[in-house]
Structures are given as structure tokens and as C-alpha cells.
């Protein structure tokens, strides 16, 4: 046959079985994350790191504080207390 004609329907081989699709797979939906729980500080919590904020200010750049605060407040969340939490990042 020359180039660029189409073949025939009839010469295509024909599946076994006439009419019968094959069944798609079900589709698994992958499972809803699960939000964290995020622990907010109590104002108890607040005024005793801006307390240590002040203290500890003296000597460190605004990024180093920053820094600073993030991790004191991470560790607090985790209900640590000013002393452990410092004594921890400073470690």
C-alpha cells in the first residue's frame, strides 16, 4: 500500500471479545491531610519571652533575635519553659 493511505477498518485485527470494554480502574482518592493542632501561647507565656526578649537583646543582631524568638516559641508551645527552652537553643 502506497505511503499516507489509511488501512481499512476490516484489515484491523478485531479483540476477542466483540463489545466488551476492558473495566477502568477505580480511581483511589489519596487521603485528607491532617491539619496540625497549632498550640497558641498562653498570655502568661507572652509576657515571660518578651521579658527574656529584652533581657537577652543585648549583643545580637534583628535577624539573630528573630531567630532567637522563633525557636524560644517553638520550644514553648511545646510547654517548656523559658529556662529549658533557652538552655536548649543555646546548647
Given amino acids: ?8 477498518p476490516e484489515s484491523s485485527p478485531k479483540p476477542d471479545s466483540e463489545g466488551a470494554e476492558p473495566e477502568p480502574e477505580p480511581v483511589q482518592e489519596a487521603p ?43 520550644k514553648m508551645r511545646q510547654g517548656k519553659s523559658i529556662k529549658v527552652a533557652h538552655k536548649e537553643i543555646t546548647a
Avoid: F
Fill in 32 to 74: 485528607a491531610k491532617k491539619k496540625r493542632e497549632v498550640k497558641k501561647l498562653t498570655d502568661k507565656q507572652k509576657l515571660d519571652l518578651k521579658k527574656h526578649m529584652d533581657k537577652v537583646k543585648e549583643g545580637m543582631s534583628a535577624t539573630e533575635r528573630k531567630s532567637h524568638r522563633m525557636k524560644m516559641m517553638a
Fill in 1 to 8: 500500500m502506497p505511503k499516507g493511505y489509511k488501512k481499512s
